[in-house]
């Protein structure tokens, strides 16, 4: 029988991942009280707390939302272990080749940091390992469908750089992701499934690991 995980980190009213970001609004708009019913309104980021980049988020013509196919929010996963990194530092291409045989075209690339367990403070948006540029190119050259990162955010030394390279490829970042070191396993199934907004960037998403 499988086993689901959550590696979904929990939105609330105030949540936000980086300082100038919209805060996450939740406004009880109909209540049992006053309405007889239950009804809220939701205001917030398209990438706030476990998200994905699709490539309209740096890429002025790259695909939307509404337009990634459920083949490529979901895949078989390979869990890479870089939980020993600390604030700031680099996982390169160099790193990665060491995972070489595991790494296969058309799967899902997992980089766990345990970054999660400093979710929300001003480090947590600010201080997290980078994925250098290299190995982004690196993964591109691997052909894979998709990466998935703890940190709020791909590389803050070369950013719209590393993001256009990944996403200029068709491969969708899940950034954000929690509860890695739950995984009893380092092989998967992932599931990365945002609502289908038209036109969007990006949107938060309940990421899980299937375990048979």
């Known amino acids: 029988m ?3 995980v959550d590696l979904t980190l929990t939105l609330e009213h105030g949540t936000r991942a980086l300082d100038l970001d919209p805060i ?11 309405d007889g019913y239950n009804l809220s309104q939701v205001i917030l980021s398209s990438h706030v707390a476990t998200h994905i980049d699709v490539p309209r988020h740096f890429l002025e013509n790259g695909e939307t939302l509404e337009q990634i196919p459920l083949d490529r929010l979901i895949g078989e996963a390979c869990l890479l272990d870089f939980s020993h990194k600390k604030a700031k530092e680099r996982i390169t291409a160099d790193e990665l ?6 790494i296969e075209p058309d799967s899902v690339v997992i980089l766990r940091t345990d970054w999660y367990k400093t979710f929300p403070s001003h480090e ?5 390992p980078n994925v250098t540029t290299d190995a982004v190119e690196y993964l591109v050259s691997k052909k894979i469908k998709m990466l998935g990162v703890e940190a709020p955010t791909l590389n803050w030394e070369d950013n719209p750089r590393s993001h256009k390279i990944l996403l200029g ?5 899940v950034e954000g ?4 070191d739950q995984l009893e396993t380092d092989t998967f199934r992932f599931y990365a499934i945002p609502l289908k907004i038209k036109g969007l960037d990006g949107f938060p998403v309940r990421a899980f690991a299937e375990i048979l």
């Not at 947590?124 to 997290?128: A, F, L, V």
Request: glycine fraction near 6%; charge should be positive; hydrophobic fraction near 40%.
């Open 2 to 4: 499988a086993r689901f």
């Open 97 to 102: 080749s060491k995972y070489d045989n595991l």
């Open 177 to 180: 992701l929690a509860y890695l």
């Open 24 to 34: 996450t609004f939740i406004n009880k708009y109909r209540t049992i009280e006053k």
């Open 169 to 173: 490829a068709g491969i969708i970042l």
């Open 124 to 128: 947590y948006g600010y201080d997290n």
